[in-house]
């Protein structure tokens, strides 16, 4: 996990999650974000959490000072059958 703080207007540059790359959360804690995910435009306020599937080309940018948690998620391997694993 990550925490970052961000300046009004802000940008963090485009980014494009690597293929072998994690999915990743991230939760605002403070300010307003307006993420581009893909295609879709959205705002995130305090209290928000975003999930970003692996590969998801996105873009950041703080509207305001703001301050985010950034989780990155394990990558899950294939089981094949979908169903859970037993050892």
């Known amino acids: 996990m990550d925490k970052f703080w961000e300046a009004a207007g802000t940008k963090l540059a485009d ?11 991230i939760q605002v804690v403070q300010g307003r974000l307006d993420l581009v995910l893909g295609d879709e435009k959205t705002e995130a306020v305090p209290g928000s959490s975003i999930h970003l599937p692996a590969r998801l080309p996105h873009t950041v940018r703080a509207t305001e000072p703001s301050v985010m948690l950034l989780t990155m998620l394990p ?5 094949g059958s979908g169903a859970p ?3």
């Open 15 to 25: 980014r494009w999650a690597a293929v072998s790359g994690p999915a990743l959360v």
């Open 75 to 79: 990558a899950t391997e294939p089981s």
């Open 85 to 87: 694993s037993t050892a």
